[in-house]
Structure formats: C-alpha cells, structure tokens
C-alpha cells in the first residue's frame, strides 16, 4: 500500500447561490500531507445555506440547541448525522475543511513524501515530490521510515504515517516542524523538516509507445480539465490516448466536465437532482473526436471520475477498461455551523447521460480486466483505428 498526503474527501464548492456540489469519497492514502477548490467558488467561511432541508435541519437544530446549552454545536451535529443514516454525510472542524478546500485548488501542506508498507511491516519512501522539503533534505526513494515526531512506525498501516506526518489539521501549518527517523542502507539519520503549501501533480502524460499517450489523472484538482484538453491537443497526430482514472477519487465536478469537452463535440454529461429539483452538466463543443480513446478504471474509480467514466461510455466516446468502479454517485452540500464547523449531508444522485445511476453500482467496463491493463488497452486500441 502507498500513497501521499491526503486526498479524503475531494470537493466541489459551486459559485454565488447556486448549487454546491460535493463528491465526498473516503480515500485514505499513503504518507506526505494534502486535500482538496474552484475559482469563484463559495470559500468555506461562506459556505451555507438559508433554506436547510430533510436530515439539514435535524443536524442544524441539534448544533444550535448544543450552542445555547453551552455544549460543542460539532459534536451534536456528528451524533445528528451519525442516526441520519447518511452514508457519505460528515462533519470537519474548520481547519479540516480547510484542508479540503486546500487540496481542491492542487495543493497541501506537507513534506513531499510517498510512502508504502513492506510485507515485514517496514515503512518505505516510495517516492519524493521534486523541489520539496523531502527533496531538500536529500531524502531518496528507498530510503527507510522509522519514526515521525518519534513515534516508531514499524509495522502500522500507512494511514497512520501519513496522520503523523500531516499533524493535526487545525495546527500542522505551513512552516511547522515535523522530526523523521530514517534509515539508508547501515545508516540511520534523523530530519528536521518543516511542512510546505506544495502544489499536486494530479495530471501526468506519458508515451507509452510512440502511437499511444497515456494521460493519467489522480484527482479532478483545478486545472486538471485544462491538463487533460493540453495533453490530448499535444499528442502526436492521430496517437491514441488512454486515459487512465484508476484510482481517481473524484474532485471537483467542472473540472471532470472541462476534461469530457476536450474529449466530446458537447452534449450531455451527467444529469443530477439536488433536493428534488433536476439540473444537467454539459460539455463544451469543439473537443477531440477522432482519437481511439480507452479509459481505465478499478474499484478506486471514483464519483467525479465515474461521472466523466460513464459519459465517454454512453456516449460511445471510449472503450472502458478494467474493473468495476466504486459506486459514489451521490451529492452532498456543505452547511457551516455557529462554531465554524463545517457539515455536508446528501442532497441527491447523478446519472449518467443514458440515465445509468452510479450510487452504490458502479460502472461496469466494457473489457473486465484485472492484470496487464495497460497491455489490454493497448491492444484495444490497436483495433479501434491507425494505431500501432
């Protein structure tokens, strides 16, 4: 198991009064720092409502009662959403949801560091972020994790490392320090590094032979529909893409939809509901249609992601590839209450543009594969068209 700091619950926040669209997942990955915005968006200071709704109102009362009893308004309000029944409703402090908000603009505050568990429990370096404080202290891929703020990590999951590395949210600012054993070979060492706003790299482009491109997207962040429409307007003429969402959490929403208009001449993308009330999200004209286009995806697919995943598929844009895809199809929208805390309770579905719900089934690939993904996409790319 590796990963990076955190990407848990990736969000949306919409502009002005309309809409705010939250795909919450419960990703926990591997050890360095991070979290989840869009310009123009609602910041979460000014994120609420005036009109709550259904388990809204339930969780809004109880916080307020909680407040004039003297009592903690967001801990009322996590018992209140714990007997809602709401699967992806939560509840963050304010620097939690500040996190959030960071790493939806692609960034975190962290050291820059990937890490993964060995079969003997050992905490690995599995990578270091280029031009981080990691990187500064010389801190190599390989090299060993023993310890954070001198806690041993020898055996514990990866999800815990990567809590210690982060800090707690509402003090692990940039600047503060965190202390790492590390070992390299016979020699062990200790570093003092202090945590940075560090900038994700959730689009990367490679060749993976000269007449295919694979554009793989970690999380929709801002900018990362731009990345996608620069990636395929740069691939070599005629090339083949796959686009490869494996393991993407979802995002932000306009940036899932911004990337389905690089690849679709407009139309429809999703449909959603929020309270009752029915909307649509619709591509751009103008995107690339004649490519050969596979689109990869596992069980760590996520909401955003399944959304632009079952546009390509029905509207008969891709060929998908891989496994079935998580199943988060639902919409949640954030409330602030008195204490700053912020609460996000579901307020509908989307669907996809033939009307597929997502919620609890997942997509289904086209090709179900489990090992050499890549290999197969290749070959279905071959016979899709002038790839080779």
Known sequence: MSGRDPFCQPRRV?????????????LVTGAANGSFSEPGRKSASSASRST?????????????EAMADGKSPMEAARRAVSRSGDRWGAVYSPGEYEEFEEALDGQYTGVGLWARRERDGRI????????????AAGIREGDRLRSVDGENVDGRPVTDVVSLLRGDADDAAAGTKVSL?????????????RRAL????????????????VIKVAAFTKGAGDAVRTAVDQAPEKAGIVLDLRGN?????TEATTAA???????????????????????????????PLVALVDGGTMSAAELLTGALQDRGR???????????????????????????LTVGHYRTPSGRGVDGQGITPDLDVDTQVLERAETVLSGLGDVS
């Not at 709550?52 to 307020?64: F, K, Q």
């Not at 994700?200 to 491109?213: E, H, P």
Request: proline residues 4%.
């Open 249 to 253: 959490s979802g995002g932000l929403v």
């Open 124 to 135: 690995e370096v599995a990578r270091v972020q280029t031009g981080s404080p990691a990187a």
């Open 198 to 213: 560090l900038s994700t790299d959730s689009v990367t482009v490679r060749a993976l032979t000269g007449r295919i491109t």
């Open 14 to 26: 919409g502009r002005g009064a309309a809409l705010t669209l939250v795909f919450a997942c419960v």
């Open 318 to 344: 891709a060929v998908v590839v891989g496994s079935r895809t998580f199943g988060k199809g639902s919409v949640q929208m954030p409330s602030r209450l008195p204490d700053g805390s912020v609460v996000e």
């Open 52 to 64: 709550p709704t259904g388990h809204d109102e339930d969780v809004t009362e109880a916080a307020a």
């Open 181 to 193: 054993g590390l070992q390299r070979g016979t020699r062990a060492w200790s570093e003092t590094l």
């Open 261 to 291: 208009s690089a690849l679709l001449d407009g139309g429809l993308v999703a449909t959603y509901d929020d309270n009752g009330e029915q909307r649509a999200l619709h591509a751009d004209p103008g995107g690339d249609t004649t490519r």
